[in-house]
């Protein structure tokens, strides 16, 4: 057994079946989209169909099986006993499937995302040049032009421009949203016409040996409004103050609060409506949380984004996000592309 699957069996009560595509690529190495892997405390099942097979036998340190296309109606034959079982990921059906095999399910949370939650070495370096490649792109991204482009036309330049420097993939499509579009944190490129006055949120992340980044940078189109410049600098005076609250023993919650209690105390708290950061690894959005809700405690070696916004409703909208590794010295902040206000043409 590799050292993640040993820290993992030794606080397992029963067996634990992983279906999360990420977990058990985490675990074994191995990336596919129809796969599980038992964990026990002896030893580590993989098991996968024949599409996959040739890859799965060449797996080292687990037993690969090979298995119908239908996963868990091939496991519902196979295994027997007490199994406990992701939550997050398996499906209602496949849990009935399972169950009507004899299968006795418990759920459980989180095992192994705490585990990912604290990347080693290899990990932080796969990060560090996804985030690498971010900053190269943003800094180019701001030599072009902006006014009179669409959002769509920008945010696949964008892409293309991650492919160019070498990114196997994008952590989630570019996000490109100008004007009154600014105001929807996740808004979708458009057709929009980019026009002066407008502020430009520019959300982005490539990926580098299955590990994520994630950047954001709202831009100014010509001058803004005394509005929008105010919104930007409160926004970049919270995010300021969220990095400086990242040490390990500090909880999400209280993180989250101090940049919030920033953006509320200018009058512009309502306009902040989602959490302030979340963890960024094999996939984009994973633990530990920085929210009002959140019961993360960071641990030196999570990786996060800061990334409070500031959203005027049919106006526009304000976000800046870094990627920071938190550290028993203080954050590593990964995203060096100036937070200062650039104006692009």
């Not at 796969?35 to 169909?49: I, Q, S």
């Not at 690969?64 to 398996?90: K, M, W």
Request: proline fraction near 4%.
């Amino acid at each position: 057994m590799n050292d993640r699957i040993e820290r993992l069996a030794a606080g397992l009560a029963e067996p634990l079946l992983v279906t999360t595509p990420a977990n058990v690529r985490y675990l074994t190495g191995f990336e596919s989209s129809n796969a599980a892997a038992l964990v026990e405390p002896d030893r580590v099942r993989l098991f996968a169909d024949f599409r996959y097979a040739s890859s799965g036998r060449a797996v080292q340190d687990v037993e690969f099986v090979e298995t119908d296309r239908a996963i868990a109606h091939d496991l519902a034959g196979r295994l027997s006993g007490r199994i406990a079982f992701e939550a997050r990921d398996l499906t209602y059906a496949s849990w009935e499937t399972l169950t009507a095999g004899g299968l006795e399910l418990v759920p459980t949370r989180g095992l192994v995302e705490a585990l990912r939650a604290v990347k080693d070495e290899r990990e932080l370096e796969a990060i560090r040049q996804a985030a690498a490649i971010a900053n190269d792109v943003f800094a180019r991204i701001a030599e072009e032009r902006f006014l009179r482009r669409t959002e769509r036309e920008l945010a696949w330049q964008i892409e293309q421009l991650f492919h160019e420097l070498g990114a196997e993939g994008l952590s989630f499509p570019a996000i490109v949203a100008a004007g009154p579009n600014g105001a929807l944190p996740h808004a979708h490129p458009g057709a929009r016409k980019i026009q002066p006055g407008d502020a430009v949120v520019v959300d982005a992340g490539c990926i580098v040996d299955g590990y994520c980044s994630d950047c954001t940078r709202t831009f100014a189109a010509g001058a803004l409004s005394d509005e929008l410049k105010n919104a930007y600098a409160v926004c970049l005076q919270a995010q300021e103050i969220g990095l400086a609250e990242l040490s390990p023993g500090r909880s999400g919650r209280d993180v989250d609060a101090a940049a919030r209690d920033h953006i509320a105390g200018a009058g512009l708290g309502e306009a902040f409506g989602h959490g302030l950061g979340h963890g960024v690894g094999l996939v984009v959005h994973e633990d530990p949380r920085l929210s009002q809700v959140s019961e993360d405690v960071l641990a030196a070696g999570n990786v996060v984004t800061v990334e409070p916004g500031i959203y005027l409703e049919g106006y526009g909208g304000i976000r800046i996000e870094d990627l920071v590794v938190v550290g028993a010295d203080g954050p590593e902040v990964l995203t060096s592309f100036t937070k200062d206000l650039v104006t692009v043409d």
